[in-house]
């Protein structure tokens, strides 16, 4: 998801907004991992520790960082991004099963649509079109999402499936 965020030629902005928090998020996640890693590799990860763009209150040195705590106030769940990510994922292992199921080659680029009973994912999913064409193996120009309307039939040549009820 941060890939399509940072990286221009995928339509992402690294100066926005959504850039920087991708930013932020991969350099706490890789600070984890040198901090995880740096009793069985010293000399790399303090390498790497001493390049990285560190604020006032970062410790000069890994050898002597804080190892964060489950009860510290840098760790935030956000109880919603979490469900939206866990129905992303779904989604998305749903489309990849589906095109198996039905020997569509990874490389072919389908047109996906979903119908939406949420308006709230129903935006979210909009919002992330080009992160979820990218995971899904599609084009942000050929996915629709839509407000659920009902249970129609669906057209000739169409794969249909339900992700969640």
């Not at 935030?76 to 939206?84: I, L, Q, V």
Request: net charge negative; proline share 5%; hydrophobic share 40%.
């Amino acid at each position: 998801v941060s890939k399509t965020r940072l990286q221009p030629h995928l339509g992402g902005d690294p100066s926005s907004a959504e850039g920087v928090v991708s930013q932020r998020v991969l350099l706490y996640a890789l600070e984890v991992s040198l901090r995880l890693l740096h009793p069985f590799m010293p000399f790399v990860t303090e390498a790497i520790w001493q390049r990285l763009p560190r604020g006032e209150a970062a410790a000069p040195s890994l050898m002597i960082s804080l190892w964060t705590s489950e009860d510290s106030d840098s760790l935030h769940r956000d109880e919603e991004a979490e469900g939206w990510f866990a129905r992303t994922c779904t989604l998305v292992s749903q489309i990849r099963n589906t095109r198996a199921e039905h020997n569509i080659a990874p490389k072919e680029r389908v047109p996906l649509t979903f119908w939406c009973d949420d308006a709230i994912f129903k935006d979210s999913l909009q919002a992330e079109c080009s992160s979820l064409a990218w995971l899904a193996r599609s084009d942000a120009e050929k996915i629709e999402v839509n407000a659920f309307g009902g249970r129609g039939s669906a057209p000739e040549g169409v794969v249909r499936t339900v992700v969640t009820e």
